[in-house]
């Protein structure tokens, strides 16, 4: 998912590059209702909700950035580890936040700037330790909302941001028992979801 991290300036391309995160997301999935939810909630609460993504250890240090009204993202917490963290990502319909290092910051970014392929030039760690949801359709998980696609939760988990090639690996392309599959197989963006409760994660 499910970016930079380091000087000011950083800082600064990241939340260009993330503006209207919320807004796309209500284009992809037509429903903005708790994505507003979200932004109307304080800079604190939308901090807590942000932190809550990731073990204590890492959400300890890490940067933060809120929603404005607008649905731009801004800092709320400066960090130090390197690690960032959003308030939710899809709003199937649950904030689903997430914490992200500096890699996954660069393929969100990408994402959501429609790019065709992500830039992170290293696998990134992502951790969504409330879970989240994605499209499914026929049993395949889809990148958007389409005609016959449904809303599949996620369990916590974490994940590796790197185009895992399922047939090249063997490894599974949905959800199943064994707790690990490639997500959005044979796209980009395809990476590795990790089911696996990083709140257990010591
Ligand atoms: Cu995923």
Not at 159 to 178: C, G, H
Request: glycine fraction near 8%; charged fraction near 20%.
């Amino acid at each position: 998912m499910k970016k930079v991290i380091g000087g000011m300036a950083t800082v600064v391309v990241l939340c260009l590059g993330l503006v209207n995160l919320s807004m796309a997301g209500e284009k992809a999935h037509g429903k903005g209702k708790t994505a507003k939810a979200v932004q109307s909630m304080s800079s604190e609460e939308q901090i807590k909700l942000a932190l809550s993504a990731a073990p204590a250890h890492v959400a300890k240090d890490a940067a933060v950035l809120v929603f404005g009204a607008d649905g731009t993202l801004t800092e709320g917490k400066p960090g130090t580890n390197g690690f960032t963290c959003i308030p939710t990502v899809m709003n199937l319909p649950d904030p689903d936040p997430m914490c992200m290092d500096a890699a996954v910051k660069q393929w969100w970014s990408d994402l959501m700037n429609n790019a065709p392929k992500p830039s992170n030039t290293v696998p990134g760690i992502a951790y969504m330790a409330r879970g989240g949801s994605h499209w499914e359709k026929d049993k395949q998980v889809v990148m958007k909302e389409e005609p016959g696609a449904k809303i599949v939760k996620e369990p916590p988990h974490w994940m590796i941001m790197w185009p895992f090639d399922a047939k090249a690996t063997m490894l599974p392309t949905a959800p199943n028992p064994a707790g690990m599959y490639v997500m959005f197989d044979g796209s980009p963006y395809a990476h590795a979801m990790v089911y696996q409760d990083p709140k257990k994660m010591k």
